[in-house]
């Protein structure tokens, strides 16, 4: 067993900026834990332009804006473990990971970080009745293969889906000579950022068609074409609306899943809405002394949020290591409602003294013309006008330390959309 | 020596290999896939029957009572997953109990151990998410669920090291007569002699009998569909639980499998093409409106695959079993439903027979014993110390959902009758079987399949040769 302060769990941008944080925050005990061969996770494999937009102020690759942290984390001379896969974390806070080195290790820490981010949601998830063959990818599978591995997933491709992935693999694929035949959202809006709709889609005037499904997928061996068909407003297939497309490859890009097999076996309480550990301000679960931040606690659209809410995990968790007591968990609840469908942190605490608060969230449907409000108690702390909010992109508000107070002092904070 | 050629490698097939290599004979299994197990032996339902179901007096209630019994040392003896769980019938009305009734009194008639008829009350004490919107149930104690693909994987390793010659990506096109025995011909233009042929062609057996048989057969291919349900639902039921035929059809079961899923299905309905295999919109979405008639608090946001079976139906109605009108010709056909349990004593039954009428003698050496791949996931730490420090592949993690190690899929691919495709690598190892169905392994099991076999990346397949995953990209 290996006594260790901090560990952090994933080597990517979220464990990268919460151990340069927590380092600079004082802490010189940590090691971050990595199953890949290099750091940086998803980013790796994110070649296009468009990260660290807000963090540097430049636009990066993916494996550029990794790089600068990686650079930051080796600067300080951190600790980390690649080709190393996390077992187990629990609850007591034992870590248990395995490698081809060291065997199994065992870490007994005082804090762990989980920043283990996330996976696609398969075909399985969603029922797309057909063929078994081959031919059908994640988008996030079809974009590892062509950017690291370098090989193509295939010449004919319909992706199922308009999450960012799949709106950025539609525009990979036809920079690699591939037909891309249509983009088909089941929801009549896209669940990306609007500017990849324009940069990916609209610029290669690739079909998006929106309230569609593929109703069935035919192939023998190898997919050699799908079925679409309208759905109606209770998203169910309207068979008389079907086309056949010819293809011989489909892309799931189906929604994001955070990865918390080790917050549960932590007994970390996850919330139903975000698929991620439900967290206090200081990026806390509901097991002291175990953090989480990035894709693992919410999917992010842009890496510049992941950053921040990391080095805010980092320093966090450095604070809970140098505690004298355990951590008083009288809160504050943040709820949501009028659209918003979810806020992370879901806690406030009601005495910690704070300057500012950062709240994120996404809301259900798009809504134009609204208001984004958050109430403390009966007022209205805060309130911004929207032209548009769309599920796709994350919203976020900060709160500065007076409206903290008010709502520590109200004992009630909602965030929601008030229409005009 | 006599040479006995078997064609089809499903676990028929597989299992009569293994108990005709315990004699003195030279065993052939032609295949026409690039794997065994490749047909309806990987998609069913995996229960082992208590034998309750079958007409008394039939070769499937004989078989399925011989077959249910020998489990336990099978599995051990081959090491494949087996539990023996139980199982119960749901009798949603009641009207339907005295059917109920017969069907206990047919498993009386059968043999059947261990079977009891449970008021509601007594159900729910076992079995809590079962529905409230029943009459009674009917408990069986000796059902049990394995897992039917690594069953026949065992079977055919174990017959493999036992000097069985496994020949795959063969499909039988002709069969002609030669001197004593039978010339069989491949499409691929081979041929192999046998002084007797074992037709174990499952669904395609009608075909095989009909080239030799003035007795012809009509199998008739019954497709089955599934939803698999993710490893958190496994509180739902460890019971397996049919729900009574009625008038509204034969009903959809609740299982656990032996790896902690839950499976749901099947469906029933004939078909043209006996390859067959997609699923259908009208039959996921029966699936899962039936199950859960049975458990309500099914969801169907924790399904991670589909899939679907074909049953070899026969309209004999039961397993037809024994030497053909054509001598030396044998046909083990119609082998549907529980084939798979009735599988460990038709093969004993048809290597016994076949023994006598070709007058083998029992050979020295057989090994009955085979041990399967180490399951990383599942051992306890002081054994997965011991395997990393024999082989430090046992310490990378390539799938993460199963926890499958690269030691695991090097050893799946190197093991006779090792896999070639990254289906084949999944069913020996679970690599990609998890919820994530292989989103981030896919790649890494294709690059340790052209390693280890020597060959390109974009040669590997998922499942049937020729039909490739990727392409180079071209530059
Ligand atoms: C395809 C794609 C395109 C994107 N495009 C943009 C864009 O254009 N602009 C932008 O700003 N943002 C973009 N993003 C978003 C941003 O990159 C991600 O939100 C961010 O990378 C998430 O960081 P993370 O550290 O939480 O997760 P990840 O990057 O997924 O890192 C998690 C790490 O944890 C490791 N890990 C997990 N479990 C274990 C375990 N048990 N043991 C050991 N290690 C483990 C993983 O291997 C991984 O390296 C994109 C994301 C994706 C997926
Ligand atoms: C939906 C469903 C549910 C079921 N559930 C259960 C259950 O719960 N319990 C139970 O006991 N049984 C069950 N069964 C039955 C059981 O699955 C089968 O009885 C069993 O798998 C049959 O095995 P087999 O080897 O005879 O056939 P198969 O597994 O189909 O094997 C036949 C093999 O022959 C090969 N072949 C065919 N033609 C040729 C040719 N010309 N040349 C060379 N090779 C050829 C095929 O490729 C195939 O590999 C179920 C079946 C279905 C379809």
Not at chain 1, 290 to 309: A, K, P, Y
Not at chain 2, 267 to 285: M, R, S, W
Request: proline residues 3%; neutral net charge.
């Amino acid at each position: 067993m290996i006594n260790k302060n901090l560990v952090i769990i994933g080597g990517g941008p979220a464990g990268l900026a919460a151990a340069k944080s927590a380092y600079d925050s004082g802490e010189r005990d940590i090691v971050i834990l990595e199953r890949e061969s290099v750091l940086g996770g998803v980013l790796n494999q994110c070649i296009h332009n468009g990260f660290g937009l807000h963090t540097f102020k430049e636009e990066l690759t993916g494996p550029e804006y990794a790089s600068r942290y990686i650079q930051e984390v080796q600067k300080r001379g951190i600790e980390y473990k690649l080709d190393t896969t996390v077992l187990n974390v629990s609850d007591k806070k034992i870590v248990t990971a395995v490698n081809e080195k060291d065997g199994l290790l065992k870490y007994k820490a005082k804090a762990v970080i989980l920043a283990c981010g996330c996976r696609e949601r398969p075909r399985g998830g969603i029922n797309v009745a057909g063929s078994r063959c081959a031919g059908i990818f994640s988008a996030g599978t079809a974009q590892k293969l062509i950017n690291i591995d370098g090989y193509m997933p295939g010449k004919e491709v319909v992706i199922l889906g308009s999450g960012d992935i799949g709106l950025i693999m539609a525009r990979r694929m036809t920079f690699e000579g591939a037909k891309v035949k249509a983009v088909v959202e089941l929801m009549p809006y896209s669940s990306g950022l609007n500017r990849n709709i324009v940069q990916c889609i609209k610029d290669f005037n690739i079909p998006l068609l929106f309230s569609h499904t593929i109703v069935d997928i035919k192939g023998e061996g190898r997919v050699s074409s799908v079925v679409i068909a309208k759905v109606d407003e209770n998203l169910q297939p309207i068979m008389s609306t079907a086309q056949e497309i010819k293809c011989d490859t489909i892309l799931l890009s189906i929604g994001l899943l955070p990865e918390n097999e080790l917050a549960k076996s932590a007994s970390v309480q996850l919330s139903p809405v975000t698929g991620g550990a439900i967290v206090d301000e200081n990026m806390m679960t509901s097991v002291d002394g175990i953090f989480e931040c990035g894709n693992v606690l919410h999917v992010h659209d842009l890496v510049d949020f992941v950053s921040m809410e990391s080095e805010d995990a980092g320093r966090s968790a450095v604070e809970y290591i140098n505690r004298k007591s355990k951590p008083k968990r009288d809160y504050v609840e943040i709820k949501c409602s009028g659209g918003v469908r979810y806020v992370v942190p879901q806690y406030l605490s009601k005495s910690d003294k704070l300057d500012k608060l950062q709240l994120k969230m996404r809301v259900n449907n798009v809504y134009k013309d609204t208001r984004l409000v958050v109430l403390a108690g009966d007022e209205e702390i805060y309130s911004k006008k929207k032209q548009i909010v769309t599920p796709g992109e994350m919203e976020s508000v900060i709160l500065n330390k007076e409206m903290i107070e008010k709502a520590q002092k109200s004992d009630k904070l909602e965030v929601m959309l008030k229409g005009e | 020596m006599k040479k006995i050629i078997v064609i089809g490698g499903g676990v028929t097939g597989c299992s009569i290999a293994r108990e005709l290599v315990r004699y003195d004979t030279e065993v052939t299994v032609l295949e026409r896939f690039n794997d065994v197990s490749s047909g309806t032996t990987k998609a069913n339902s995996g229960i082992v029957h208590a034998g309750f179901d079958a007409k008394p007096g039939t070769l499937k209630a004989k078989f399925n009572m011989l077959g249910n019994a020998m489990f336990e040392k099978l599995s051990k003896e081959l090491d494949f997953p087996f539990k023996r769980n139980g199982a119960f019938v749901l009798c949603f009305d009641k009207e339907d109990l005295p059917r109920l009734r017969e069907l206990y009194d047919r498993g009386i008639k059968n043999g059947v151990e261990d079977m009891f008829l449970l008021t509601p009350e007594e159900v729910w004490d076992i079995e809590p998410n079962i529905t409230h919107d029943i009459a009674g149930a009917l408990y069986a104690k000796t059902s049990g669920i394995v897992s039917p693909y690594e069953m026949a994987i065992a079977y055919a390793e174990n017959a493999a090291v036992n000097g069985c010659n496994f020949e795959l990506e063969k499909k039988v096109v002709d069969i002609q007569k030669e001197g004593e025995g039978w010339k069989v011909i491949c499409e691929d233009g081979s041929s192999y002699y046998g002084d007797m042929v074992i037709n174990c062609a499952g669904v395609h057996a009608d075909e095989i009998n009909n080239l030799v048989c003035d007795k012809k057969l009509t199998i008739i291919p019954r497709k089955g569909e599934y939803m698999l349900y993710d490893k958190t639902c496994s509180f739902i039921t460890s019971t397996t639980i049919f729900q009574m035929p009625s008038k509204m059809g034969k009903g959809i079961l609740v299982a656990p499998t032996t790896h902690g899923n839950i499976i749901t299905g099947p469906t029933a309905k004939d078909v043209q093409d006996k390859e067959d295999l997609d699923t259908t919109f009208e039959g996921l979405n029966e699936v899962y409106d039936k199950a859960r008639k049975s458990v309500p608090s099914l969801n169907k946001k924790f399904v991670i695959t589909q899939f679907s079976g074909i049953r070899a139906h026969c309209t004999e109605d039961d397993f037809v079993i024994g030497e053909s009108d054509k001598k030396g010709f044998y046909n083990v056909a119609g082998i549907e439903s529980p084939g798979l349990t009735s599988a460990p004593a038709i093969a004993v039954y048809v290597a016994e027979d076949i023994a006598d009428k070709l007058d083998l003698k029992k050979k020295k050496g057989f090994v009955a014993k085979r041990k399967a791949i180490p399951h990383f996931a599942i051992l306890p730490d002081r054994e997965r110390e011991k395997l990393i420090k024999e082989n430090p592949l046992y310490g990378k993690v390539i799938c993460r959902c199963e926890v499958v190690t690269e030691g695991e899929i090097v050893d799946a691919i190197n093991r006779p009758i090792g896999a070639k495709t990254v289906d084949g690598v999944k069913r020996r190892t679970r690599a990609g079987m998890g919820r994530c169905q292989s989103g981030f392994c896919l790649e890494r099991v294709m690059e340790i399949l052209a390693r280890e076999l020597g060959v390109d990346f974009e040669t590997i397949a998922k499942n049937e040769s020729g039909k490739y995953i990727v392409y180079r990209k071209e530059k």
